[in-house]
């Protein structure tokens, strides 16, 4: 059973650099059958997309947040990890990290748990 594990700091101050990790157990991430992404959601709203990569290496990011984000993969050690620069309290929100698998005829989905993240002086 596929299972995901967001980790990181919960209190970041403005202007710094947030980074969370998300580490993947039950598979291995090795696999051009595997892409990933990072999703937020902030209070009171809904789910938000912030960028997705994969085996590949190839990225793709919200155009709102291209400039101040950067995800990547470490498949070694099955994991892969977010980095926003610049963070502004409307950056507060839950990160959760997803895992798509290519299953041949369709796509399993798999999510971690949610983390909050809070920004504030």
């Known amino acids: 059973q596929v299972q995901l594990q967001e980790s990181g700091p919960g209190l970041v101050k403005p202007s710094q650099t947030l980074s969370l990790t998300c580490t993947v157990s039950?598979?291995?991430?090795?696999?051009?059958?595997?892409?990933w992404s990072w999703i937020r959601q902030p209070p009171g709203k809904g789910l938000e997309w912030i960028g997705s990569?994969?085996?590949?290496?190839?990225?793709y990011y919200s155009p709102s947040l291209k400039s101040r984000t950067s995800i990547s993969g470490d498949t070694s050690k099955n994991q892969f990890t977010l980095q926003l620069s610049s963070v502004i309290p409307e950056d507060t929100a839950v990160y959760y990290c997803?895992?798509?698998?290519?299953?041949?005829?369709?796509?399993?989905?798999?999510w971690g748990q949610g983390t909050q993240v809070t920004v504030s002086s």
């Open positions: 990569s994969g085996y590949s290496d190839t990225t």
């Open positions: 997803r895992l798509r698998r290519d299953s041949g005829s369709d796509y399993d989905h798999f």
């Open positions: 039950g598979d291995s991430i090795t696999s051009n059958r595997y892409s």
